[in-house]
């Protein structure tokens, strides 16, 4: 609440966030949305009283550094009621050398527990999960929270698609902002990079001539080899951030905050969020990043995007095996 110019008591709505894990990720997560006033009010939860209270007390402490906000943490569930977002990153951890389908057991478990105490507090929200295995995770919330499709959608690959910008605007030269590009399919060892729809400014990707180097021969161009390693180097860099310092955060936190500001500020972007398919390509019941628009309502169409027959093939071979591993969970 608070006062309009005559004196009378005015309702200011506040966008209220929830991050549901206090871990690497969902501490990070909730400093980079404070960060980027991606949200007014974020509430952090997590099961470990004391590990949620001073992650909160120790953002909450540098408020002053940021865009007006408030934030709470608290062991109970009900600090995410009436949350416009919920994010939720609590789940097994990744170890060095595990694969992220690895992780689906424990992580499912998880979920079937936290579901419907988050829906019962918050059933409005739009949910996005970040816990990995990310697409199988997203399709068994899905299944156990009852929630329509556009409600609930995962991270999918949005920070994947991200290290393929970074990585071609090393390779290029290039600003990153002016590369468009994406990976779509899982998040995981299947992901597909969309080479044929990949542009630099205007230019397809497959056309790009390089720029002039220092002795004014071209370089930078993105022939098999370059495309080759660089979707290798996407594929594995996870792999190798935890083995060198235990988990990723910053870079996951940031792809998340940039997902919730387009669903509070409703600006209908495009990103490679996992959701629901049907009917897409050929695709049915399974949870796949695809480019899609995300705004207030969550996600909404997902763009058949022009594909090469081997992405094609790649996307569908990525659907059949998270369906193989969501009917081996009874999904």
């Given at each position: 609440?608070?006062?309009?110019?005559?004196?009378?008591?005015?309702?200011?709505?506040?966008?209220?966030?929830?991050?549901?894990?206090?871990?690497?990720?969902?501490?990070?997560?909730?400093?980079a949305?404070?960060?980027?006033?991606?949200?007014?009010?974020?509430?952090?939860?997590?099961v470990?009283?004391?590990?949620?209270?001073?992650?909160?007390?120790d953002?909450?402490?540098?408020?002053?550094?940021?865009?007006?906000?408030?934030?709470?943490?608290?062991?109970?569930?009900?600090?995410?009621?009436?949350?416009?977002?919920?994010?939720?990153?609590?789940?097994?951890?990744?170890?060095?050398?595990?694969?992220?389908?690895?992780?689906?057991?424990?992580?499912?478990?998880?979920?079937?527990?936290?579901?419907?105490?988050?829906?019962?507090?918050?059933?409005?929200?739009?949910?996005i999960?970040?816990?990995?295995?990310?697409?199988?995770?997203?399709?068994?919330?899905?299944?156990?929270?009852?929630?329509?499709?556009?409600?609930?959608?995962?991270?999918?690959?949005?920070?994947?698609?991200?290290?393929?910008?970074?990585?071609?605007?090393?390779?290029?030269?290039?600003a990153?902002?002016?590369?468009?590009?994406?990976?779509?399919g899982?998040?995981?060892?299947?992901?597909?990079?969309?080479?044929?729809?990949?542009?630099?400014?205007?230019?397809p990707?497959?056309?790009?001539?390089g720029?002039?180097?220092?002795?004014?021969?071209?370089?930078?161009?993105?022939g098999?080899?370059?495309?080759?390693?660089?979707?290798?180097e996407?594929?594995?860099?996870?792999?190798?951030?935890?083995?060198?310092?235990?988990?990723?955060?910053?870079?996951?936190?940031?792809?998340?905050?940039?997902?919730?500001?387009?669903?509070?500020?409703?600006?209908?972007?495009?990103l490679?969020?996992?959701?629901?398919?049907?009917?897409?390509?050929?695709?049915?019941?399974?949870?796949?990043?695809?480019?899609?628009?995300?705004?207030?309502?969550?996600?909404?169409?997902?763009?058949?995007?022009p594909?090469?027959?081997?992405?094609?093939?790649?996307?569908?071979?990525?659907?059949?095996?998270?369906?193989?591993?969501?009917?081996?969970?009874?999904?």
């Amino acid at each position: 609440m608070g006062l309009d110019a005559s004196g009378s008591t005015v309702d200011r709505r506040t966008t209220r966030l929830a991050v549901v894990g206090a871990g690497s990720v969902g501490s990070t997560m909730a400093y980079a949305a404070l960060m980027r006033g991606a949200a007014r009010s974020v509430a952090l939860y997590d099961v470990n009283a004391a590990k949620v209270e001073a992650e909160a007390l120790d953002i909450g402490h540098g408020i002053q550094f940021m865009p007006m906000a408030e934030i709470v943490g608290s062991d109970d569930i009900a600090v995410c009621a009436d949350a416009d977002v919920v994010v939720v990153t609590a789940g097994a951890k990744q170890r060095p050398g595990q694969s992220r389908l690895d992780l689906a057991e424990a992580t499912i478990g998880l979920v079937r527990t936290l579901m419907p105490q988050l829906v019962e507090v918050a059933p409005d929200a739009v949910y996005i999960m970040v816990t990995n295995p990310v697409d199988i995770v997203t399709y068994a919330a899905l299944k156990i929270s009852g929630l329509p499709p556009n409600q609930l959608f995962g991270s999918g690959t949005v920070l994947d698609s991200s290290r393929l910008r970074y990585l071609l605007a090393q390779h290029t030269g290039v600003a990153v902002q002016n590369i468009h590009a994406y990976i779509a399919g899982e998040h995981g060892d299947s992901e597909i990079p969309l080479w044929s729809s990949a542009a630099i400014g205007s230019v397809p990707l497959m056309d790009w001539p390089g720029v002039p180097g220092p002795d004014g021969t071209l370089v930078g161009r993105v022939g098999p080899k370059a495309r080759k390693r660089i979707a290798e180097e996407v594929v594995n860099s996870a792999y190798r951030i935890i083995a060198g310092k235990g988990a990723t955060n910053y870079a996951v936190a940031l792809a998340g905050s940039r997902i919730i500001e387009a669903v509070l500020g409703d600006e209908r972007r495009i990103l490679p969020v996992s959701s629901l398919l049907e009917g897409y390509q050929g695709i049915d019941d399974v949870c796949l990043s695809v480019p899609s628009i995300v705004g207030r309502q969550g996600v909404g169409a997902r763009l058949e995007i022009p594909m090469s027959d081997d992405e094609l093939a790649g996307l569908r071979g990525s659907a059949d095996a998270m369906r193989s591993v969501a009917a081996s969970f009874g999904l």
